[in-house]
Protein backbone atom coordinates (compact mmCIF):
# COMPACT_ATOMS: atom_id res chain seq x y z
CA UNK A 1 0.00 0.00 0.00
CA UNK A 2 1.55 3.65 -1.04
CA UNK A 3 2.33 5.80 1.88
CA UNK A 4 0.79 9.14 1.52
CA UNK A 5 0.78 9.98 5.17
CA UNK A 6 2.27 9.23 8.14
CA UNK A 7 1.61 5.58 8.77
CA UNK A 8 1.60 3.39 11.30
CA UNK A 9 5.17 2.23 10.80
CA UNK A 10 6.58 6.37 10.79
CA UNK A 11 4.60 6.86 13.87
CA UNK A 12 6.20 3.69 15.20
CA UNK A 13 9.90 4.36 14.46
CA UNK A 14 9.45 7.86 15.89
CA UNK A 15 8.33 6.96 19.41
CA UNK A 16 10.80 3.96 19.02
CA UNK A 17 13.79 6.95 18.94
CA UNK A 18 11.71 8.89 21.29
CA UNK A 19 11.50 6.56 23.73
CA UNK A 20 13.95 3.90 23.72
CA UNK A 21 16.52 4.91 26.05
CA UNK A 22 18.72 1.37 24.77
CA UNK A 23 18.35 3.49 21.32
CA UNK A 24 21.13 5.93 23.05
CA UNK A 25 19.46 9.10 20.60
CA UNK A 26 20.30 12.11 22.33
CA UNK A 27 18.45 14.24 20.12
CA UNK A 28 15.59 13.83 17.47
CA UNK A 29 15.45 15.61 14.07
CA UNK A 30 12.51 15.90 12.31
CA UNK A 31 13.44 14.20 8.69
CA UNK A 32 10.85 15.30 5.58
CA UNK A 33 7.85 13.30 5.26
CA UNK A 34 8.32 10.01 3.24
CA UNK A 35 7.11 11.14 -0.18
CA UNK A 36 3.92 8.88 -1.62
CA UNK A 37 4.93 6.55 -3.89
CA UNK A 38 3.17 7.71 -7.29
CA UNK A 39 3.10 5.95 -10.37
CA UNK A 40 3.95 9.45 -12.24
CA UNK A 41 7.09 9.20 -10.50
CA UNK A 42 9.94 9.36 -12.99
CA UNK A 43 12.31 6.30 -12.74
CA UNK A 44 15.68 6.99 -12.49
CA UNK A 45 17.29 5.93 -15.66
CA UNK A 46 19.42 2.41 -14.88
CA UNK A 47 22.36 4.44 -16.31
CA UNK A 48 21.64 7.42 -14.54
CA UNK A 49 24.25 9.12 -11.98
CA UNK A 50 23.43 8.97 -8.57
CA UNK A 51 22.52 12.28 -6.59
CA UNK A 52 25.80 13.28 -4.80
CA UNK A 53 25.70 11.71 -0.98
CA UNK A 54 24.95 14.30 1.54
CA UNK A 55 27.82 15.03 3.93
CA UNK A 56 28.89 13.03 6.33
CA UNK A 57 31.56 12.96 9.20
CA UNK A 58 33.29 10.28 8.85
CA UNK A 59 33.59 7.25 7.10
CA UNK A 60 32.71 3.91 9.14
CA UNK A 61 35.38 1.20 6.81
CA UNK A 62 33.71 -1.76 8.77
CA UNK A 63 31.65 -2.80 11.69
CA UNK A 64 34.58 -5.04 12.81
CA UNK A 65 37.41 -2.42 12.74
CA UNK A 66 37.58 0.70 14.58
CA UNK A 67 36.51 3.84 12.03
CA UNK A 68 39.97 5.52 11.13
CA UNK A 69 39.52 9.12 8.82
CA UNK A 70 40.78 7.62 6.11
CA UNK A 71 40.97 10.99 3.19
CA UNK A 72 41.53 8.45 0.30
CA UNK A 73 38.66 6.06 1.49
CA UNK A 74 36.65 9.87 1.87
CA UNK A 75 37.27 10.68 -1.84
CA UNK A 76 36.67 7.56 -3.55
CA UNK A 77 32.75 7.50 -1.49
CA UNK A 78 31.84 10.84 -3.34
CA UNK A 79 30.73 8.61 -6.24
CA UNK A 80 29.21 4.92 -5.85
CA UNK A 81 29.38 2.92 -9.29
CA UNK A 82 26.21 1.33 -8.83
CA UNK A 83 22.99 2.85 -10.65
CA UNK A 84 19.99 3.07 -7.93
CA UNK A 85 16.72 1.21 -7.91
CA UNK A 86 13.68 2.69 -9.38
CA UNK A 87 11.99 4.57 -6.34
CA UNK A 88 8.84 2.72 -6.80
CA UNK A 89 7.11 0.47 -9.09
CA UNK A 90 9.70 -2.88 -8.42
CA UNK A 91 8.60 -5.91 -10.68
CA UNK A 92 8.26 -8.64 -8.14
CA UNK A 93 11.23 -10.71 -9.52
CA UNK A 94 9.52 -14.58 -9.35
CA UNK A 95 12.18 -16.96 -9.21
CA UNK A 96 11.98 -20.42 -10.40
CA UNK A 97 11.98 -22.23 -7.10
CA UNK A 98 9.41 -19.64 -5.44
CA UNK A 99 7.19 -20.81 -8.37
CA UNK A 100 7.75 -23.74 -7.72
CA UNK A 101 7.53 -24.38 -3.78
CA UNK A 102 5.53 -23.95 -0.94
CA UNK A 103 6.39 -23.12 2.87
CA UNK A 104 7.35 -27.17 3.65
CA UNK A 105 9.17 -27.60 0.37
CA UNK A 106 11.20 -23.91 1.06
CA UNK A 107 11.62 -25.01 5.15
CA UNK A 108 13.05 -28.56 3.82
CA UNK A 109 14.98 -26.71 0.68
CA UNK A 110 16.30 -24.60 3.90
CA UNK A 111 17.39 -27.65 5.82
CA UNK A 112 19.51 -29.10 3.07
CA UNK A 113 21.06 -26.00 2.31
CA UNK A 114 21.52 -25.76 6.63
CA UNK A 115 22.98 -29.04 6.31
CA UNK A 116 25.56 -28.31 3.64
CA UNK A 117 26.41 -25.54 5.30
CA UNK A 118 27.43 -27.37 8.82
CA UNK A 119 29.20 -29.37 6.64
CA UNK A 120 31.33 -27.45 4.33
CA UNK A 121 34.94 -27.35 4.12
CA UNK A 122 35.19 -25.48 0.88
CA UNK A 123 37.25 -22.21 2.22
CA UNK A 124 40.05 -22.10 5.51
CA UNK A 125 37.12 -20.32 7.58
CA UNK A 126 35.69 -23.85 8.21
CA UNK A 127 39.04 -24.77 10.29
CA UNK A 128 38.27 -22.39 13.11
CA UNK A 129 34.73 -22.34 13.47
CA UNK A 130 33.25 -24.12 16.07
CA UNK A 131 29.52 -24.20 14.45
CA UNK A 132 28.38 -22.88 11.42
CA UNK A 133 25.84 -20.31 11.03
CA UNK A 134 23.62 -21.04 8.26
CA UNK A 135 21.37 -18.11 8.63
CA UNK A 136 17.53 -18.36 10.16
CA UNK A 137 14.38 -16.76 10.49
CA UNK A 138 10.92 -17.27 8.27
CA UNK A 139 10.88 -19.55 4.85
CA UNK A 140 8.19 -17.24 3.72
CA UNK A 141 10.12 -13.60 4.56
CA UNK A 142 9.27 -10.35 3.56
CA UNK A 143 12.58 -9.22 4.48
CA UNK A 144 16.04 -10.52 5.04
CA UNK A 145 19.01 -8.81 7.01
CA UNK A 146 22.39 -9.67 5.53
CA UNK A 147 25.31 -9.07 7.53
CA UNK A 148 28.99 -9.98 7.72
CA UNK A 149 29.92 -13.01 9.41
CA UNK A 150 29.22 -15.12 12.80
CA UNK A 151 31.34 -13.50 15.57
CA UNK A 152 32.17 -15.09 19.10
CA UNK A 153 28.70 -15.78 20.18
CA UNK A 154 27.16 -16.83 17.09
CA UNK A 155 30.15 -19.75 16.20
CA UNK A 156 29.37 -20.65 19.93
CA UNK A 157 25.47 -20.87 19.33
CA UNK A 158 25.58 -21.57 15.85
CA UNK A 159 22.76 -18.75 15.09
CA UNK A 160 23.29 -15.09 13.72
CA UNK A 161 23.45 -12.04 15.65
CA UNK A 162 23.30 -13.19 19.14
CA UNK A 163 25.79 -10.77 20.75
CA UNK A 164 25.52 -7.50 21.60
CA UNK A 165 25.31 -6.07 17.65
CA UNK A 166 22.19 -8.92 17.55
CA UNK A 167 20.15 -7.35 20.41
CA UNK A 168 20.49 -4.29 18.73
CA UNK A 169 19.67 -5.58 15.24
CA UNK A 170 16.63 -7.47 17.37
CA UNK A 171 15.42 -4.32 18.72
CA UNK A 172 15.60 -2.37 15.28
CA UNK A 173 13.71 -5.56 13.79
CA UNK A 174 10.79 -5.33 16.60
CA UNK A 175 10.63 -1.06 16.58
CA UNK A 176 9.99 -1.74 12.57
CA UNK A 177 6.76 -3.91 13.67
CA UNK A 178 8.53 -7.21 12.57
CA UNK A 179 10.20 -9.58 14.98
CA UNK A 180 13.10 -11.83 14.35
CA UNK A 181 10.83 -15.09 13.77
CA UNK A 182 9.10 -13.00 11.03
CA UNK A 183 12.36 -11.95 8.90
CA UNK A 184 15.15 -13.86 8.00
CA UNK A 185 18.67 -12.96 8.75
CA UNK A 186 21.77 -13.93 6.90
CA UNK A 187 25.77 -13.53 6.61
CA UNK A 188 27.54 -13.19 3.24
CA UNK A 189 29.84 -15.87 5.38
CA UNK A 190 28.66 -18.49 7.35
CA UNK A 191 31.87 -19.03 9.43
CA UNK A 192 33.35 -16.94 12.18
CA UNK A 193 36.92 -14.90 10.46
CA UNK A 194 39.31 -15.50 12.87
CA UNK A 195 39.58 -12.43 15.12
CA UNK A 196 36.28 -10.87 13.77
CA UNK A 197 38.62 -9.77 11.00
CA UNK A 198 37.03 -8.64 7.82
CA UNK A 199 35.97 -11.91 5.25
CA UNK A 200 38.92 -12.45 2.40
CA UNK A 201 37.55 -12.67 -1.15
CA UNK A 202 38.31 -16.48 -1.53
CA UNK A 203 35.95 -16.57 1.62
CA UNK A 204 33.21 -14.86 0.55
CA UNK A 205 33.58 -16.28 -3.10
CA UNK A 206 33.50 -19.65 -1.61
CA UNK A 207 30.48 -19.08 0.09
CA UNK A 208 28.29 -16.81 -1.62
CA UNK A 209 26.67 -19.65 -3.66
CA UNK A 210 24.75 -20.26 -0.20
CA UNK A 211 23.61 -16.72 -0.01
CA UNK A 212 22.16 -16.83 -3.29
CA UNK A 213 20.44 -19.90 -2.57
CA UNK A 214 18.94 -18.55 0.63
CA UNK A 215 17.71 -15.72 -1.56
CA UNK A 216 16.18 -17.68 -4.20
CA UNK A 217 14.33 -19.92 -1.60
CA UNK A 218 13.09 -17.18 0.74
CA UNK A 219 12.47 -14.45 -2.04
CA UNK A 220 12.03 -11.69 0.28
CA UNK A 221 10.45 -8.52 -1.07
CA UNK A 222 13.34 -6.62 0.08
CA UNK A 223 16.97 -6.95 1.65
CA UNK A 224 18.57 -4.87 4.04
CA UNK A 225 22.42 -4.92 4.08
CA UNK A 226 23.78 -4.89 7.41
CA UNK A 227 27.38 -2.47 6.63
CA UNK A 228 29.97 -2.04 4.00
CA UNK A 229 31.38 -6.06 3.04
CA UNK A 230 27.64 -7.13 2.91
CA UNK A 231 26.59 -4.38 0.43
CA UNK A 232 29.58 -5.21 -1.74
CA UNK A 233 29.20 -8.15 -1.94
CA UNK A 234 25.54 -7.48 -3.36
CA UNK A 235 26.27 -4.37 -5.16
CA UNK A 236 28.99 -3.67 -7.50
CA UNK A 237 29.77 -0.57 -5.70
CA UNK A 238 33.09 1.53 -5.06
CA UNK A 239 31.76 3.71 -2.91
CA UNK A 240 31.90 3.91 1.47
CA UNK A 241 28.51 2.80 3.71
CA UNK A 242 27.86 6.21 4.37
CA UNK A 243 27.25 6.98 0.34
CA UNK A 244 25.44 4.68 -0.36
CA UNK A 245 23.14 4.05 2.77
CA UNK A 246 19.53 4.72 2.76
CA UNK A 247 19.66 4.33 -1.20
CA UNK A 248 17.53 2.53 -3.24
CA UNK A 249 19.78 -0.45 -5.04
CA UNK A 250 18.28 -3.92 -6.41
CA UNK A 251 20.09 -7.53 -6.28
CA UNK A 252 18.56 -9.13 -9.29
CA UNK A 253 15.39 -7.49 -8.63
CA UNK A 254 14.96 -7.67 -5.09
CA UNK A 255 14.66 -4.31 -3.75
CA UNK A 256 17.92 -3.60 -1.28
CA UNK A 257 18.49 -0.89 0.89
CA UNK A 258 21.92 -0.82 2.87
CA UNK A 259 22.19 0.68 5.97
CA UNK A 260 24.85 0.74 9.12
CA UNK A 261 25.87 -2.31 10.55
CA UNK A 262 24.15 -2.25 14.14
CA UNK A 263 28.16 -3.02 15.69
CA UNK A 264 29.19 0.24 14.44
CA UNK A 265 26.52 1.87 15.94
CA UNK A 266 27.52 0.75 19.24
CA UNK A 267 30.68 2.25 18.82
CA UNK A 268 28.98 5.57 17.20
CA UNK A 269 25.61 5.90 18.84
CA UNK A 270 24.78 9.07 16.55
CA UNK A 271 24.60 6.59 13.44
CA UNK A 272 21.60 5.54 14.72
CA UNK A 273 19.77 8.71 12.89
CA UNK A 274 20.42 7.38 9.71
CA UNK A 275 19.23 3.85 10.70
CA UNK A 276 16.53 5.28 11.87
CA UNK A 277 16.18 7.17 8.55
CA UNK A 278 17.34 3.68 6.58
CA UNK A 279 14.42 1.19 8.05
CA UNK A 280 11.56 3.86 7.17
CA UNK A 281 12.74 3.31 3.68
CA UNK A 282 12.87 -0.42 4.38
CA UNK A 283 9.29 -0.46 6.33
CA UNK A 284 8.33 1.98 3.43
CA UNK A 285 9.58 -0.65 0.43
CA UNK A 286 7.90 -3.50 2.00
CA UNK A 287 4.59 -1.90 2.59
CA UNK A 288 4.84 -1.07 -1.55
CA UNK A 289 5.31 -4.41 -2.29
CA UNK A 290 2.17 -6.46 -0.35
CA UNK A 291 4.24 -6.90 2.62
CA UNK A 292 2.62 -7.28 5.62
CA UNK A 293 3.63 -5.62 9.13
CA UNK A 294 2.93 -8.72 11.17
CA UNK A 295 2.99 -7.51 14.51
CA UNK A 296 0.59 -4.19 14.65
CA UNK A 297 0.27 -4.67 18.66
CA UNK A 298 3.78 -3.75 18.63
CA UNK A 299 3.17 -0.44 16.99
CA UNK A 300 0.34 0.17 19.00
CA UNK A 301 3.04 -0.49 21.98
CA UNK A 302 5.77 1.77 20.29
CA UNK A 303 3.41 4.61 19.85
CA UNK A 304 1.98 4.57 23.23
CA UNK A 305 -1.18 3.33 22.36
CA UNK A 306 -1.90 5.48 19.52
CA UNK A 307 -0.81 3.41 16.15
CA UNK A 308 -3.81 2.99 13.88
CA UNK A 309 -5.08 5.97 15.70
CA UNK A 310 -4.05 9.11 16.46
N1 LIG B 1 27.85 -9.60 12.90
C1 LIG B 1 27.46 -10.07 11.71
O1 LIG B 1 27.72 -9.48 10.69
N2 LIG B 1 26.78 -11.21 11.70
C2 LIG B 1 26.45 -11.87 12.78
O2 LIG B 1 25.81 -12.90 12.67
C3 LIG B 1 26.85 -11.34 14.01
C4 LIG B 1 27.55 -10.21 14.05
Partial sequence: MPVTEPTAVRRSLLAWLETDLGFGLEEIRRLDPIRPAT????????DA???PPPPRAAEPPS??????????ETARTSSPAAAPARASGFRPRVGPLAERLGSPEKRAALDTLDAEVAGCTLCKLSRGRTLAVPGEGNVDADLMFVGEGPGADEDRSGRPFVGRAGELLTKIVEAMGFSRETVFIANIVKCRPPGNRDPEPDETASCF?????????VEPKVICTLGLPATRKLLDIRGGISAVRGRKFAFR?????????????????????QVWSDVQTVARLVEERGGVVPFPERLARNTGGAAGGA
Fill in 253 to 273: GIPLIPTFHPAYLLRNPAGKK
Fill in 209 to 217: PFLERQLEI
Fill in 49 to 51: TPA
Fill in 39 to 46: STEPAPRA
Fill in 63 to 72: PRTPPAPDPA
